[in-house]
């Protein structure tokens, strides 16, 4: 079993994070930290290149947590809420962390909700964090 995580550079999504090495070390769990790009092309390979960076911080981070930890970038053209849902489908995880940030009704009528999406069609337990102000 395993907890897995949604990860962006942003406040949301290191708060996502830490909750998510929080309940992987109170659980026992391997960590799956999942950080999506729909790709396309405007996906260049200064983004590949800057995602990598971005990995590569979060494994350096997580190296001494004691935690059996996955990173994975993700550039299937793919909504990350897909992609969240996939990997939690293929690792049978128990739990998925999400980060939540505050947004207008007009942003999630135009943009959506991937965290909405997250919490609807996941195939187990959604724990969705907040960020400190």
Known sequence: ??????????KEGRAALDRAVEEA????RRLVVVHSDRGGSGFTGDNA???EATLQGVRDDLAGSG???DVRG???GKEPAEDLIAVAEETDAELIVIGLRRRTPVGKLILGSNAQRVLLDAPCPVLAVKADA
């Open 67 to 69: 935690i059996d930890v």
């Open 49 to 51: 290149a800057s995602q």
């Open 74 to 76: 993700l550039v299937r």
């Open 25 to 28: 070390k109170l659980r026992g």
């Open 1 to 10: 079993m395993t907890i897995v995580v949604g990860y962006v550079s942003t």
